[in-house]
């Protein structure tokens, strides 16, 4: 079965092209190392075995796998230029290359799902990278279960990963040789490593999420404006989070008895956002209507409570008219 169209043009531009960021990465790393880096993934395989992992579909698999090699790259050529320490460890690299490898580096890429890990590898959401001997190249493990949203924060992980598993590998096969075990296979890897916080690399507009799914991730911000009484507006980068502000207040707003047609007293608005392919709203407005009746200004504490206590938001900061809020943890729809 073929590749889907949205997965090849995705491979064209994030993989394919000299200006991919992760082809820029590889270019990089091949010009520190003075060597060829060969790096092919298998995409009809990997795209297989990761597609569940990834709600946003194919591009969102070829965006990831594209990412991870380009942030394996980053932290392989922070480590190479780190100094007498880097180049101490490059040239035990190149060594190693030239023995199993004909002189370039590999890196071959495999799932948690799709290969045999060593009995020690459990943690099958979390990126890794290990150094097989017998195949002289490096393994980079792509998680197939809840993988991470930022591939280049684990920049410091794989450096620290991949040095650890090639000097521990090279002192287990020198320790094999000199006792007379040269047919040992050794392969060595780390226990995986949590991201280091956010990236310090600034990623590439290309290979980020379209809008309305990069702001369904946490954290959620969302403001509060009051306007004179007469109108109070909520700003969000969660739509979910006004959609289901805007549903219950409409449901609970009363209506003008004095009026046959009884409309309601406050006018409720939710705004599309101009970013993103699909529906999603980034403001909602409360606004006393013509129909208001004795009614002459809005109050906010309902919008507090629904923002506090019923959605989970804390607020951060508070001026005269402006209310801010954040929510680090994510919600999930039923």
């Not at 799902?113 to 009995?119: N, Q, S, V």
């Not at 805007?246 to 939710?270: E, F, G, M, Q």
Request: proline fraction near 8%.
């Amino acid at each position: 079965m073929s590749l889907p169209l949205k997965a090849k043009v995705t491979i064209r531009d994030l993989w394919t092209k000299d200006d991919a960021p992760a082809r820029k990465a590889l270019q990089a790393l091949r010009d520190i190392l003075g060597r060829d880096v060969l790096c092919e993934p298998q995409w009809q395989l990997l795209h297989g075995v990761l597609l569940s992992a990834y709600p946003d579909g194919s591009a969102a698999v070829i965006s990831a796998v594209s990412s991870f090699v380009q942030a394996w790259c980053l932290g392989i050529s922070e480590l190479l230029e780190d100094g007498d320490d880097g180049e101490a460890w490059g040239e035990e690299l190149l060594e190693a290359m030239k023995v199993s490898s004909g002189g370039a580096l590999k890196l071959m890429l495999e799932s948690t799902d799709c290969c045999t890990l060593p009995a020690k590898t459990t943690h099958s959401s979390v990126p890794s990278t290990s150094w097989d001997t017998s195949r002289g190249a490096f393994v980079l493990q792509l998680p197939a279960n809840n993988p991470p949203d930022e591939p280049l924060a684990f920049v410091p992980s794989f450096r620290s990963q991949a040095h650890a598993a090639f000097t521990d590998a090279i002192s287990s096969t020198a320790t094999a040789d000199r006792d007379g075990w040269a047919d040992v296979v050794v392969s060595s890897a780390n226990p995986p490593l949590e991201p280091e916080g956010a990236s310090n690399y600034l990623p590439s507009a290309i290979s980020l999420p379209q809008p309305d799914k990069l702001l369904l991730r946490p954290p959620y911000h969302l403001l509060v404006f009051s306007r004179g009484g007469s109108e109070i507006e909520i700003q969000s980068s969660h739509s979910p989070s006004l959609d289901l502000l805007a549903a219950y207040l409409k449901k609970w707003c009363r209506t003008n008895v004095r009026r046959s047609d009884r409309p309601p007293l406050v006018s409720i608005t939710l705004h599309q956002s101009p970013f993103g392919l699909t529906p999603n709203h980034d403001a909602l407005t409360l606004s006393l209507s013509d129909s208001r009746g004795d009614r002459s200004s809005l109050s906010l504490p309902l919008v507090f409570q629904l923002v506090e206590n019923v959605l989970g938001y804390q607020q951060v900061h508070v001026d005269a008219a402006c209310w801010q809020y954040r929510r680090d943890a994510p919600l999930k729809e039923l």
